[in-house]
T-cell receptor, first 114, second 113 residues
Framework: SQQGEEDPQALSIQEGENATMNCSYK?????LQWYRQNSGRGLVHLIL?????REKHSGRLRVTLDTSKKSSSLLITASRAADTASYFC??????????????FGKGTHLIIQP | KAGVTQTPRYLIKTRGQQVTLSCSPI?????VSWYQQTPGQGLQFLFE???????NKGNFPGRFSGRQFSNSRSEMNVSTLELGDSALYLC????????????FGPGTRLTVT
């Protein structure tokens, strides 16, 4: 089952602009992770934010987490054509018997126009 | 370090057949997870192995099974293939899995005809 829901489903911006993607989830989490996927290939890990963290940075990426609203956002600043990809949020839930592993959203497809 | 490798990269099988996919994790990683990705259902967790034991299992029928060897390499098997099993199967490894990022392989694209 899908836990995370990304918004928007698709986003097209000009190179150099900032891109913001949002993710909402339903149940409690241990951490939330963002991944990038280029054209049906493997996923690349971008950033992991733990449930007790509110903001994290990595290069041009900034992730926020609001556990009270069960939501996260990914900001990519100064976008480049190479950032064109699908972006997924994934939650790791507290373990119970038969845990779900990482639960992914359906992703945001980001297109950077040159 | 070499990344996660998956073989084969592409596979075409016929309904009713069975298939075995292989995954070699990053050296030193003991956890291997498998995911199925389809356009309709997105990315779904299949199962996770750690030190040759299945620790977690997703909501898939018993036709989907896996195992892990002492060198942490993992295989997943799908028996009695159905058209709906056509998907990209992704393997991911991590040192211990919980609370850590997953390193994904390039995937095996399975087409069932």
């Amino acid at each position: 089952s899908q836990q995370g829901e990304e918004d928007p489903q698709a986003l097209s911006i000009q190179e150099g602009e900032n891109a913001t993607m949002n993710c909402s989830y339903k149940t409690s989490i241990n951490n939330l992770q963002w991944y990038r996927q280029n054209s049906g290939r493997g996923l690349v890990h971008l950033i992991l934010i733990r449930s007790n963290e509110r903001e994290k940075h990595s290069g041009r990426l900034r992730v926020t987490l609001d556990t009270s609203k069960k939501s996260s956002s990914l900001l990519i600043t100064a976008s480049r054509a190479a950032d064109t990809a699908s972006y997924f949020c994934a939650t790791e839930n507290p373990r119970r018997g038969g845990a779900d592993g990482l639960t992914f959203g359906k992703g945001t497809h980001l297109i950077i126009q040159p | 370090k070499a990344g996660v490798t998956q073989t084969p990269r592409y596979l075409i099988k016929t309904r009713g057949q069975q298939v075995t996919l292989s995954c070699s994790p990053i050296s030193g990683h003991r956890s291997v997870s498998w995911y199925q990705q389809t356009p309709g259902q997105g990315l779904q967790f299949l199962f996770e192995y750690f030190s040759e034991t299945q620790r977690n299992k997703g909501n898939f029928p018993g036709r989907f099974s896996g195992r892990q060897f002492s060198n942490s390499r993992s295989e997943m098997n799908v028996s009695t293939l159905e058209l709906g099993d056509s998907a990209l199967y992704l393997c991911a490894s991590s040192p211990i899995a919980e609370g850590e990022e997953q390193y994904f392989g390039p995937g095996t694209r399975l087409t069932v005809t």
